[in-house]
């Protein structure tokens, strides 16, 4: 069987209101699952066979069900029961103690879904009477209590990752300052302190992609010096990235008009970054627009 007709795997998401589902729904995203919130156990066939034919079978799918979802919550257990989705299906119960429950809550500023007017310990306490039988059929159970968001994160990673989607992705932009700065870069450096081959009349119809540009930024004086050094500081900053559960980091290249020096600067950045076992590209804002 090839890839391409293996199906991908199902997690369903369910818990405790306050225990972490967006959280967890958030993490699997990052790690390449298409995710739905907030859906009715009745309509997980259809969301799985209209992901098969927009996105292929291979691509796994999370589903967040909670009760919110009302009457239709209790057909969860037949459609996982039945495997009427043809997918490996985990099923995953976010739980934690009343106490951090409320807690969570009051800082929130939401009420319960089933409070109804009353406290929430209430509803709590009525959501666990609705969720008895699912957390103890889940396969995975994670107790919050103690967890904070990047602690979570990391065992949603742990259980559902692969060395792929857990590997740390870093784009490296280039733009031009004349154009204004990305506003989501991480981090900006500014390669004007290197000769502009704009000035350079064979070079100046070029761009950074092309070899001959490339060769005359990288070989100016203190090109090599400042990658020697800022490779490294990257390189250090994403480890604590992974050590916190981000999974994207942004740097941002810039030059004058984002066409020579940002674009070979970018690229290099890229291919070292690479080398050290990120996923990284290079991505170039303002090339052509000049």
Known sequence: MTQSSTPGQ???????????RSTAAKELEDLGFYVVDNLPPNLLPEVVRLVDESHGRAQPVAVVVDVRSGSFFHGLRS????????????????????????????AARRPHPLQEGGRLLDGLQRERVVLGDLRAEADLVIDTSN???????????????????????????????????PVDADYVADMRFLPNPHWVPELRAHTGQDADVSEYVLG???????????????????????????????????????????VAMSEEIARR??????????????????
């Open 220 to 262: 100016r004086p203190g090109a090599k010096e400042f990658l020697d050094a800022y490779v490294p500081l990257l390189t250090g900053v994403a480890e604590g990235y992974i050590r916190e559960g981000k999974r994207f980091m942004r740097v941002a290249i810039g030059c004058t008009g984002g066409k020579h020096r940002s």
């Open 273 to 290: 970054m690479s080398e050290r076992g990120h996923v990284a590209r290079a991505l170039h804002r303002d090339l052509g627009r000049e």
């Open 10 to 20: 199902l997690v369903v998401v369910t818990g405790m209101t306050g225990a972490g």
């Open 79 to 106: 459609a996982l029961a039945h495997g009427v989705t043809g997918r490996d299906t985990t099923l995953v119960f976010l739980d934690a103690i009343d106490e951090v429950l409320v807690r969570r809550q009051e």
């Open 147 to 181: 967890l904070n968001v990047h602690q979570l994160t990391d065992r949603i990673a742990e259980a559902f990752g692969t060395p792929e989607t857990t590997r740390l992705r870093v784009t490296v932009i280039s733009f031009g300052f004349k154009y204004g700065i």
